[in-house]
């Protein structure tokens, strides 16, 4: 059973960074995707990072150059470092997971608002202006 557990959600002026951390417990395969997903009031879940067991990213448009996903694979660990937070960045997020296919990529799942197999329960993130 792989559960994932988030933290360091919190609320920050605009302009400020947050870090959330993610830990995952369990076995996920040898090959997985570690993603962060969002989810602002009456809109949907959207993907927002994800990273490879290999490190490779991909971010959504909204969030590159602000946003940076790593891991720290033997503490199975997955980060989300948030720099110039905006208003739009408020949301719950999400941390999940995913066993990875032999060649197959994991920026699809950013995509696919329910594709990943194992999620947290969310971290609230807050931005005022």
């Known amino acids: 059973q792989v559960q994932l557990v988030e933290s360091g959600g919190g609320s920050v002026q605009a302009g400020g960074s947050l870090r959330l951390s993610c830990v995952v417990y369990?076995?996920?395969?040898?090959?997985?995707?570690l993603a962060w997903f969002r989810q602002a009031p009456l809109k949907a879940r959207e993907g927002v990072a994800v990273?490879?067991?290999?490190?490779?990213?991909n971010y959504a448009d909204s969030v590159k150059g602000r946003f940076t996903i790593s891991q720290d694979s033997g503490k199975m660990t997955v980060y989300l470092q948030m720099n110039s937070l905006i208003p739009e960045d408020t949301a719950t997020y999400y941390c999940?997971?995913?066993?990875?296919?032999?060649?197959?990529?994991?920026?699809?799942?950013?995509?696919?608002?329910?594709?990943?197999?194992?999620w947290g329960k969310g971290t609230l993130v807050t931005i005022s202006s």
């Open positions: 990273i490879r067991e290999d490190g490779f990213t």
């Open positions: 999940a997971a995913a066993p990875r296919s032999f060649g197959g990529a994991c920026s699809p799942f950013l995509g696919l608002s329910n594709g990943m197999d194992y």
């Open positions: 369990g076995y996920i395969s040898s090959a997985y995707c």
